[in-house]
């Protein structure tokens, strides 16, 4: 059984008292659900230490927003996955949409920067998703395929298998528009379905234990039909994530979609 994962991206967002009182509110609500969800959350670079702190050993785990793909170097502005390892960091997000777009990420760079943190034992969240064009084009599975590729060719499935996907489209992220569940069902399913067809030992083993999430302006009041999707495993949430009333219910909604989880839960 694959243990949902809500994992909260705060982007270029947050002060030192804002984080404080966000991770205040959070808490009391987050922590009951630690047993039945991973939850995570992805702070900025500054605040890495002050968040870590807040969350002390509550269960609920720091991430990085990105992570270099070298080791260490003349690299301005970038931070390594040794960096992020000793502030804390479990999860590392890599591959996300704005990173590709508005820095010129290749598929390339981000399969290298997944296989520098996986090698340092943490979880690569990859982010693949298309754009508005690409799926007007009839593009997404071609486009989502290719960056999905790139990371096998480097790390290959087993290595891919040590991480978690996240599926984005482009069109959906701070829009206020979201893909319909037959959309985000239709190429979850597809993930799944390439990834087992990959000409690799335990691949359809693989397929079947991969996280896969869903992000794009995922709310409460959309949370439940998307997540009670057979190959949705949880969410990768922006702008939500900001608000500790959104955040937990959104965690609270991925709660109500695990029955056996929260059974198994409610007997310990």
Known sequence: MRKPILIGNWKMNGSLQ???ALITRLLPRLRPLRKVVDIAVCPPLPYLFQVRDLLG????????????????????GESSATMLKEMGCVYVLVGHSE?????????ADIAARFAAVRGLGMTPVLCVGESLQDRESGRTVEV?????????????????????????????????????????AETHFGIRQFIAGCC??????????LRILYGGSVKPANAVAIFSLDDVDGGLIGGASLHADDFSAIAEALVTTCPEAVGESESH
């Open 99 to 107: 990173r590709r777009s508005l820095y010129g990420e290749t598929d």
């Open 57 to 76: 050993y509550t269960g609920i785990t720091l991430g990085a927003q990105n992570a270099s793909g070298f080791v260490s170097g003349a690299y301005t």
């Open 200 to 209: 690799e030992p335990k691949a359809k083993v693989v397929s079947q234990a």
């Open 144 to 184: 989502v395929q290719a960056q999905i590729q790139a990371v096998i060719n480097k790390v290959g499935l087993a290595g891919l298998a040590e991480g978690v996907l996240a599926y984005e489209p482009v069109w959906a992220i701070g829009t206020g528009k979201t893909a319909t569940p037959e959309q985000v």
């Open 18 to 20: 804002s984080n404080q």
